[in-house]
């Protein structure tokens, strides 16, 4: 900054349902001012009033930093809001998944969050979209950046209990993961791989992800990286008999600590096969691992979805995308260089 200059400003957008506001401004009004930045500007989201509005909001005031102060509704949002600006985009992590935050290394403590804001690194992201007709025909579409699908992660969703989600957090997700996780219903999906054949088959769960870890650390696209220019695609036909078995066997080898760390060194700096299942034929058939830019999908019947903790109704035909390089995010310096990122 020369002198006489005005100071850079950042501005948060925040859910004022989930954010304790009087602590959180507290900790950012510090760490602007240490870092000799000037006062921040507070945009609450609103009911009748969308991410893009804020957005905009935010950026017609001048600010040099857009901060997303909520959870992961709230960070999907306003980060689709922020695509191709070119202004960098932040997390204040305060939802009950925080999953965006947990893959990309960003701490979910608050004040430690508030201090990466302003002393972080800019790394571009890319930005999943899911366009998606539902079974009444309208058609709609909304980003991601962590995962879309529809199967375990999509009940779990749908059928929690809001009024249990606000008093105990992922107590509320146990009974649905169960449902989830036993349920026999098995929509037959039609799927087409970057424009090429028509393939189908029985499919219990999907996960379409820019990255790959979900609920309660749980990896189930191990090999995703938020900056590679693709998609990562798990595909589980059931979990009965023993493909339930091939799944199990294939998830703990997937989250095992000494084979994680294995591939994070083998990997670092190029892209390399996922390190479990790639091919059809991987697992008996139980697991299909594919890596694409685009994937159509028709579901029959229709299935729940969901995009990055948020259901998003029943979906019966969907196109999913990859936007390479669309955001850019501020990092703490640990998280962009490493974590689900190229080196």
């Known amino acids: 900054m020369t002198r006489g200059s005005t100071p850079p400003h950042a501005a948060v957008i925040y859910n004022p349902t989930r954010i304790q506001l009087e602590r959180v401004t507290r900790l950012v009004d ?32 001048g600010a040099s930093l857009v901060i997303a102060a ?37 701490p979910i403590d608050t004040a430690t969050a508030v201090r990466a804001v302003f002393t972080g690194e800019d790394r571009s992201v890319d930005v999943g979209v899911i366009e998606y007709r539902n079974p009444d025909g309208v ?30 957090g992922w107590i509320a997700y146990v009974v649905p993961i169960i449902r989830g996780l036993f349920r026999r219903d098995r929509p037959r999906v039609s799927w087409k791989e970057d424009g090429g054949p028509i393939r189908s088959g029985r499919t219990h769960t999907m996960f379409v992800g820019n990255c790959g870890t979900v609920s309660a650390g749980l990896d189930v696209l191990p090999d995703a990286l938020l900056d590679d220019g693709v998609l990562d695609v798990l595909m589980v036909r059931s979990l009965e008999g023993w493909d339930g078995v091939r799944v199990t066997r294939w998830l703990h080898r997937a989250n095992n600590p000494v084979a994680r760390f294995s591939k994070g060194r083998r990997t670092r700096g190029r892209r390399v096969q996922p390190s479990a299942v790639e091919t059809a034929g991987s697992a008996g058939g139980a697991l299909r691992y594919l890596r694409v830019r685009r994937i159509d999908v028709t579901v029959s019947p229709p299935a729940e979805f969901q995009a990055d903790g948020d259901g998003i109704g029943l979906v019966s035909a969907a196109r999913l995308t990859v936007d390479p390089g669309a955001l850019i995010v501020r990092l703490p310096v640990t998280a962009a260089r490493s974590g689900r990122l190229r080196p």
């Open 70 to 106: 909520g959870g992961d509704g709230t960070v999907r949002e306003v980060a689709g809001a922020m695509r191709h600006t070119r202004t960098p985009f932040a997390v204040v992590p305060v939802g009950t998944a925080n999953l965006f935050a947990r893959n990309a290394g960003i």
């Open 139 to 168: 058609r709609r579409s909304t980003p991601f950046l962590v995962m879309s699908g529809f199967g375990v992660d999509a009940d779990m969703v749908a059928y929690a209990d809001p009024v249990l989600k606000r008093r105990f």
């Open 30 to 61: 510090a760490a602007a001012t240490d870092a000799g930045w000037g006062p921040t500007s507070w945009i609450p989201t609103r009911e009748r009033s969308t991410a893009v509005d804020q957005v905009a909001e935010a950026l017609g005031g």
